[in-house]
């Protein structure tokens, strides 16, 4: 039953994403747009720009709640957000890095933002190792090399300032000016992400109740926990790459899934992502409508926006991360 | 499930915290390991429990060795509560005490009839059924308490490994968790070894006590052997008193320490 609801609020937030913005058109003119095919000014924007972009939206907002509510459960932390392990700050660098030092280069920019989040990711996870991995050392890893590689980035900036305003829009996290060929770029690795982590979630539930509860019921806790970092690296890292460093959702939309769901992550996962989906969407066609006919990346809306609604569900439904 | 342990040595890192042990526990026996703080009783239920791999030594199960049983064989016949767990926000008790069918599992991780006959059971047993879609978070300790040895049961074990289970417990609390551990035991015959904090509870719950010093069992059998005043007074260096209720089950009385002044 809850399951239908989100559902019909994603479904709901894509209408509404397609529908608004520059160009307004009814629902049956947009299916009779894209029907058609008529080669139109208004087929053109609706195929080429508008729906890659809502696409591209629901397909982040996916991967950064999967991958929050995976490391939520694997570092036993509610606080713990995709950014945690690294990807964040690795696909950041490498991002910065290919826009300004390789300006013209800028087809590389998602695969080096990518290759960039899982080698972060497997930079923690290698310094976090001593006779397998404790939880904490691996927050801790992940913050020493998020503010190492923040710094790096910073330094690329500060020595490129004037091509540092370009990069703005990455470093917030936007949809804007995003195709197909992104699309193109990122969905298999987060269709396989989100599969992997739909298959490893009965798993993840035995994680979670502490290693030594883990090895009493038989789970391979070594090997089912790399799995796990690798599906959240891998889903982050694809996100990253094609929005830039898109901060919040990865953080609440678990904890939100979580209220309306319950704990076990075999119902948990889906039902985060659809609210991740669901969230970006909305939030990215708020900021086209906003003040127009400029937009507000979705970044800047989903950290202005969501805090206050995500604390006012907090205190009013009875809950204790 | 019959448990043997041959000069099993094992520990952390360099530092060794077993050394050469030795014991066996029979099966249907409940047997409490006791003795001092640091004396390895944890990390000898971690080994025997897979937490640890040991540096030598081996441990048998109905003798077979443990190291010869894949993981999921050994968690359908062996269930350990430890003391570090980790309660999810927003769990419930009966999605715990399901956890427990985990090693059990069939296509898609999906629970059959049989298992939530088992939960059923389970529930009623440790008296949670009207607890089961309670948080966690909102039971008081000895509720928690019942609803993770439930997890443990819901395993079907043949040998049940209990770090603990009567710490921070009030003493009614105590007397549940005993009584539902020799309940557990006179219904399923399943072998129980539990470490025990209490001497006086461990004596009158136990077949045999296992009396650990320094990394080695320092001496072994019914609690009659075992709950002595010299034994007392060289394992945990404490003056004590014993004596015998009706049936014949020792308690002891601690005085003092005996620990010499200088030392201390």
């Known amino acids: ?321 | 499930m019959k448990l043997e342990v041959n000069k099993l040595t094992g520990g952390y890192g360099a530092e060794l915290v077993l050394d050469g042990v030795e014991f066996s526990v029979p099966s249907g026996a409940i047997v409490s390991l006791v003795g001092p703080n640091g004396c390895g009783k944890s990390t000898l239920l971690k080994l025997i429990g897979r937490v640890l791999r040991p540096r030598a030594g081996d441990i048998l199960l109905d003798g077979r060795s443990l190291s010869a049983f894949r993981g999921g064989d050994c968690a359908r016949c062996l269930a350990m509560l430890p003391q570090h767990r980790h309660e999810p926000a927003g769990l419930s008790v009966g999605e715990l005490v399901a956890y427990g069918r985990f090693p059990h599992r069939h296509a898609l991780g999906l629970l059959n009839d049989d298992d939530r006959r088992i939960v059923d059971e389970v529930l009623a047993m440790t008296r949670l059924t009207a607890l089961r879609s309670r948080h966690l978070s909102t039971l008081s300790g000895g509720e928690r308490q019942r609803a993770w040895i439930a997890m443990t049961l819901a395993q079907t074990p043949r040998l049940l490994l209990l770090d603990e289970p009567t710490s921070f417990l009030d003493i009614c609390c105590q007397f549940e968790i005993i009584e539902l551990i020799k309940e557990l035991n006179a219904r399923g015959g399943t072998t129980v070894l539990m470490v025990l904090h209490d001497l006086n509870l461990a004596a009158a719950c136990s077949d045999q006590m296992i009396m650990m010093k320094e990394r080695k069992v320092y001496c072994a059998g019914a609690p009659r052997n075992v709950l002595t005043v010299q034994n007392l007074r060289a394992v945990f260096e404490i003056d004590a008193r014993v004596n015998y209720d009706d049936a014949g089950c020792p308690y002891c009385l601690a005085m003092g320490s005996a620990r010499p002044r200088d030392r201390a």
């Open chain 1, 1 to 321: 039953m809850a399951f239908l609801a989100l559902l019909a609020l994603c479904v709901l937030a894509f209408m509404f994403s397609v529908r608004f913005g520059e160009l307004r058109l009814g629902l049956p003119e947009i299916v009779t747009t894209l029907w058609r095919r008529d080669g139109g000014l208004d087929y053109q924007i609706l195929w080429y720009i508008r729906l890659p972009r809502v696409l591209l939206g629901a397909l982040v907002g996916a991967s950064f709640a999967v991958s929050g509510v995976i490391l939520q459960g694997v570092l036993r932390n509610p606080l713990a957000s995709p950014g945690i392990i690294g990807v964040s700050a690795g696909g950041g660098l490498a991002g910065i890095v290919v826009m300004v030092l390789l300006p013209r280069h800028g087809g590389a920019m998602v695969p080096a933002a990518f290759a960039g989040s899982l080698l972060a990711a497997l930079l923690v996870y290698v310094l976090s190792w001593k006779r397998g991995v404790s939880t904490i050392r691996l927050i801790l890893a992940g913050v020493a090399v998020s503010a190492m590689l923040g710094a790096l980035s910073s330094a690329v900036l500060l020595f490129n300032a004037e091509k540092a305003g370009g990069v703005l829009d990455f470093t917030i996290g936007s949809l804007s000016t995003r195709s197909w060929r992104h699309v193109e770029q990122v969905w298999p690795y987060m269709a396989l992400g989100l599969l992997m982590a739909q298959a490893l979630c009965g798993r993840l539930n035995i994680l979670a109740l502490g290693d030594d509860v883990a090895v009493g019921l038989g789970l391979q806790v070594e090997r089912v926990r790399v799995a796990l970092l690798a599906t959240a690296a891998l889903l982050a890292a694809a996100a990253v790459s094609a929005v830039g460093l898109l901060g919040f959702v990865g953080l609440i939309a678990p904890h939100l899934a979580r209220m309306v769901i319950g704990s076990d992550n075999r119902f948990l996962l889906p039902a985060a992502a659809l609210l991740g989906a669901t969230l970006v969407m909305a939030c990215d066609s708020v900021g086209r409508v906003v003040m127009p006919p400029s937009e507000l990346p979705v970044g800047i809306i989903m950290a202005m926006v969501g805090p206050p609604f995500f604390l006012w569900l907090l205190r009013k439904v009875s809950y204790e991360a």
